[in-house]
């Protein structure tokens, strides 16, 4: 009885000669990556646009910045996932936590700055840069869930010891 080690590389099945690249799992994670900038860069864009005609340069700097900071923010998040797609959970959940607590500190730290040193005449709009910023999280929500539904992950129980489940 030979086994996976002491096989010849012509008996493996497709699936594990091509194990020199990425994993299966950092694919999927690089495709959700994508799925999720494709999205968000599709709404974010067109309010951009819209808040632009509508508001002027002010409008394009404010639904500019929510656009960045939502695409930077996530992109990111889904970065580390790509980089522990093959780590124990324990090591994903250590660092998708401490990435986030990272990005949300990030952000509240530029918060302050601004609110600390805009002065009344170069303020940011308030609503596009609430509705852009909502708007490209939905984006971005919409393209992961529409690449998710279509990668092709097994879903399957093992069966129990002893023979067949019944």
Request: glycine content about 10%; charged content about 15%; proline content about 5%.
């Amino acid at each position: 009885m030979t086994t996976m080690t002491d096989s010849a590389p012509e008996a493996l099945g497709p699936v594990e000669q091509e194990r020199s690249g990425p994993s299966l799992s950092a694919i999927r994670a690089r495709r959700l990556l994508a799925g999720g900038l494709v999205g968000a860069h599709m709404v974010a864009l067109g309010c951009v646009g819209v808040f632009m005609v509508r508001d002027g340069l002010p409008g394009l700097a404010s639904a500019g910045l929510a656009a960045a900071m939502v695409v930077l923010f996530y992109t990111i998040g889904q970065a580390v996932q790509v980089r522990m797609a093959d780590a124990p959970a324990t090591a994903v959940f250590r660092a998708s936590v401490g990435s986030y607590i990272i990005r949300v500190t990030a952000l509240a730290g530029l918060l302050a700055l601004y609110l600390r040193f805009a002065d009344g005449t170069n303020r940011l709009l308030a609503v596009p840069l609430a509705v852009t910023a909502i708007a490209t999280v939905i984006g971005w929500l919409a393209g992961e869930i529409l690449v998710y539904s279509r990668l092709r992950i097994p879903n399957f129980d093992e069966p129990a010891e002893g023979g067949p489940a019944k």
